[in-house]
């Protein structure tokens, strides 16, 4: 098993940053590929980033490359995303995933609870 806690969402508004932390616990946690994704109301959840389990090949989704970084952390067993330039439309519940394979699909084994990111235009 492994659990996963986000932390450092809240509201912010266009144009600023925001740092996204999820710790994790449990098993192997650097074994794990780890991604972040996102869900807005009435959207379903959708891929935003993903690092591989040594932190060598990173991906993000278009909407978020050159605005968002994704790193870990694999001696702390935490995962965190940087977010820059926010637009009111990257507003979602933010949800860390982990998971042995990983990719861009939201079929991932571990998810944590989420944090609300809120951008005010």
């Known amino acids: 098993q492994v659990q996963l806690v986000e932390s450092g969402g809240g509201l912010v508004q266009a144009g600023g940053s925001l740092r996204l932390s999820c710790a994790a616990s449990?098993?192997?946690?650097?074994?794990?590929?780890m991604a972040w994704f996102r869900q807005a109301p009435g959207k379903e959840r959708e891929f935003v980033a993903i690092?591989?389990?040594?932190?060598?090949?990173?991906y993000y989704t278009d909407s978020v490359k050159g605005r968002f970084t994704i790193s870990r952390d694999n001696a702390k067993n935490m995962v965190y995303l940087q977010m820059n330039s926010l637009k009111p439309e990257d507003t979602a519940v933010y949800y860390c995933?982990?998971?042995?394979?990983?990719?861009?699909?939201?079929?991932?084994?571990?998810w944590g609870q989420g944090t609300q990111v809120t951008v005010s235009s």
């Open positions: 690092i591989s389990w040594n932190g060598e090949t990173t």
């Open positions: 995933a982990a998971d042995e394979v990983g990719g861009t699909r939201a079929q991932y084994e571990y």
């Open positions: 449990g098993r192997t946690f650097s074994s794990f590929a």
